[in-house]
């Protein structure tokens, strides 16, 4: 039945945390009007004048914004009338709730829950980081150095009709042809890795990457052996193997091969930029450790995270191209050069490894968004992504110039020494101090440093290291961030 009611004008308004352009705003504020019940079918919309007046903006803002109501059918129009809500416009479904009535012992999840995932340890910062002055944290992008523009345009040319495939498609266990080429042809070769499409996976980034591995290559009966301090994502995948765990403590080269036990079935490193001290495994440990696992039969698995920012000096050739035998498993991802909210990385080893991770991906997410995958190939064949790379390098070692010049002014000490470049510095604070407590006083000098009890393994975790991260700072801020950090570790001791 036809409803005589109008919906006043006065009644909307514009949120000012909604983001997108006006247009989009009053959109989305019918829509939500309408699929909340607010706005009911046949009431009468006011008119575009009125509306416009309300909130602020152009009639022609309004008029454009009910037009695309109109196609959605959320509006209906009725000549010089005007606009009312459409008597088949999307509704959100009502359900009647049953009433809340206690039946017998609730369940107790205690004991429903066959294997516990949270509390693991992780590396958390505030969701707010953005709003502090000094944010010394890894990972994150700095929206002066990303080329907004270019990602846009990618991103519309992989919506457009000739990739309607692309975009729509599901690949079941394949990948977008496009991506995996750009990969097997550029990416790898520059690592010294030769790689056939059968031999390349992608993956929702490295952390997805690792996972995938791990369950692939261990269970219960295996042994894994990983760098002590790690990063903890590796260690959160090898504990859901369950398969026994082995941590080497690194050195001033990364993992000593002399160190690894004679019974282990595989061993995950990060030679190119240690995780978390940025060391750089020499040539000569790398071809050692390769000569080793062929002795012993295991698997190495590498994850080659943050080649790109090899700013300093050429990076040296990753593990995967030195060796004979194809038993490397080399993990990539783009999402430490692009942005972590990408989620986009690959796997490489033998083609029966592969095999296998492919199936197991299939089995738990298909693959990869096909419209992520077709922007990134299109970002990275156009040339965007070798610029891009190009102005972080220069920006980088700029930030990392300034802060080293910082810490030796301060008085600070740097703990792992990089000579190839990357986007953080390891750090220790003189004994006593815990840089758990450090970093939580430091905010309130809107300073984030990343305390490290997280990487080590363990029950005794040294508790006066962290990380400085620059990938996030401007390089004006940081000399007076390391001072506050400075003060704030001599007002601890």
């Known amino acids: 039945m036809e409803r005589s009611l109008a919906i006043p004008a006065e009644t909307l308004f514009l949120d000012p945390r909604v983001e997108g352009t006006l247009q989009q705003q009053i959109q989305q504020l019918v829509a939500q009007g309408i699929l909340s019940g607010r706005f009911q079918s046949g009431e009468k919309m006011p008119s575009s004048r009125k509306l416009a ?55 107790d999840w205690n ?35 990303f080329d907004h523009q270019n990602w846009r345009h990618c991103a519309v040319k992989a919506l457009g009709q000739r990739d309607f495939e692309a975009l729509t498609a599901d690949y079941y266990e394949r990948d977008d042809p496009m991506l995996i080429e750009f990969i097997a042809r550029h990416t790898l070769p520059r690592r010294g890795i030769i790689a056939k499409p059968e031999e390349i996976l992608v993956t ?57 036990p004679d019974d282990i079935d595989a061993v995950f490193v990060t030679p190119s930029h240690h995780c978390p001290t940025t060391v750089t495994m020499p040539l000569e440990r790398r071809q050692k450790l390769l000569n080793v696992a062929s002795e012993r ?60 991770a492919r199936a197991l991906r299939a089995a738990i997410l298909r693959h990869p968004p096909g419209h992520i995958q077709r922007t990134a190939a299109y970002f990275l064949s156009l040339g965007h992504y070798d610029a891009l790379i190009r102005r972080m390098g220069r ?28 986007s953080s510095i390891w750090m220790q604070a003189p004994e006593g101090i815990d840089t758990g407590k450090l970093a939580q006083d430091l905010r309130e000098h809107s300073v ?46």
């Not at 996030?472 to 601890?492: D, E, M, V, W, Y």
């Open 297 to 356: 039969d295991f698997i190495i698995v590498e994850d080659d995270y943050e080649f790109e920012m090899s700013f300093l000096k050429a990076p040296s050739p990753a593990l995967k191209s030195m060796d004979q035998d194809g038993r490397v498993i080399h993990v990539g991802s783009f999402s430490k050069s692009l942005f972590p909210g990408l989620r986009l990385g690959y796997l490489v080893g033998s083609e029966a490894f592969i095999r296998e």
């Open 395 to 422: 920006a980088y070692h700029q930030r990392r110039e300034v802060m080293e010049q910082a810490i030796q002014e301060n008085g600070l000490t740097i703990a792992g020494a990089n000579s190839f470049g990357g």
């Open 448 to 493: 984030l440093i990343e305390p490290a009890q997280s990487f080590f393994l363990g029950d005794e975790k040294p508790q006066n290291y962290y990380r400085l991260g620059y990938s996030s700072i401007s390089a004006k801020n940081i000399p007076q961030g390391i001072a506050h950090l400075s003060r704030a570790i001599k007002s601890a001791r």
């Open 111 to 145: 004991r429903a829950i066959g294997q516990r995932f949270a509390g693991a340890p992780s590396l958390r910062r505030p969701e707010d980081w953005r709003g502090y002055k000094y944010p010394f944290i890894y990972g994150q992008t700095d929206p002066s150095l």
């Open 204 to 260: 929702m980034g490295a952390q997805n990457a690792l996972w995938l591995t791990a369950q692939v290559l261990l269970n219960q009966r295996r042994t894994a052996a990983m760098e002590n301090p790690c990063y903890p994502g590796l260690r959160i995948a090898l504990e859901q193997t369950r398969c026994n765990r082995i941590g080497i403590d690194i050195d001033a080269d990364g993992l000593p091969p002399e160190a690894l």
């Open 53 to 107: 007046q309300q909130l602020g903006v152009s009639r022609i803002t309004v008029t454009l914004a009910y037009t695309e109501l109109l196609a959605d059918d959320y509006l209906t129009s009725r000549g010089r009338s005007g606009y009312y809500v459409s008597e088949t416009a999307p509704r959100t479904p009502s359900f009647k709730l049953p009433p809340q009535t206690s039946h017998g012992t609730p369940v």
